[in-house]
């Protein structure tokens, strides 16, 4: 499926689930039979601070941090997080934030991470029955209808 690394950041602010949603691409890669490496960074998370987490795969990694300026993807579930962590970004990455939603009524707003990885998962090559599934085993499950309903919102956006 995946010959080259592919480096994806999530990027947010604490208690926006950057690390859950981290985890949940880093158990979908990992579920299709890739090689993945995580990393996070935790910074403020318990006051609002900048978080941001790192996931690698591919057939081998050996290394969880993104080099500044490789990411393929960098997933911002704060507006004010873009400029902080567009370094990371390459110049023909892909970045998907929160205005991608602009217009798109989800049930709670603590579901946006889980939104922009619907958005996230139209760009890879996992079926959608192993993101839902790795959702699932993420969340507690009173949460997976509202989050399955944004992953499928943010698939449409």
């Known amino acids: 499926m995946c010959n080259k ?5 999530v990027a947010g602010l604490g208690g926006q689930g950057v690390l859950k949603a981290s985890d949940i691409v ?3 890669a990992f579920t299709a039979g890739l090689d993945v490496k995580k990393s996070e960074i935790h910074g403020m998370s318990q006051r609002g601070g900048s978080v941001s987490s790192d996931v690698r795969y ?3 990694v050996f290394s969880p941090m993104v080099p500044d300026g490789q990411a393929d993807f960098l997933v911002v ?4 997080q873009v400029e ?3 370094a990371v970004l390459k110049p023909d990455g892909i970045l998907l934030e929160p205005a991608l939603l602009a217009g798109t009524k989800l049930k709670s707003e603590k579901c946006i991470n889980v939104a ?3 958005a996230l998962s139209r760009h890879l ?3 959608e029955s192993i993101w839902t599934a790795a959702i699932a085993n993420h969340l507690a499950p009173k949460l997976h209808d509202i989050n399955f309903e944004a992953f499928a919102a943010g698939r449409l956006a």
């Not at 690394?5 to 950041?9: D, F, G, R, T, Y």
Request: proline fraction near 8%.
């Open 116 to 118: 922009l990885l619907g």
């Open 5 to 9: 690394v592919l480096n994806i950041v």
């Open 58 to 60: 591919g057939t081998k």
């Open 84 to 86: 902080v962590n567009r």
């Open 77 to 80: 579930l704060d507006p004010t």
């Open 26 to 28: 880093a158990e979908v």
């Open 125 to 127: 090559e996992f079926p």
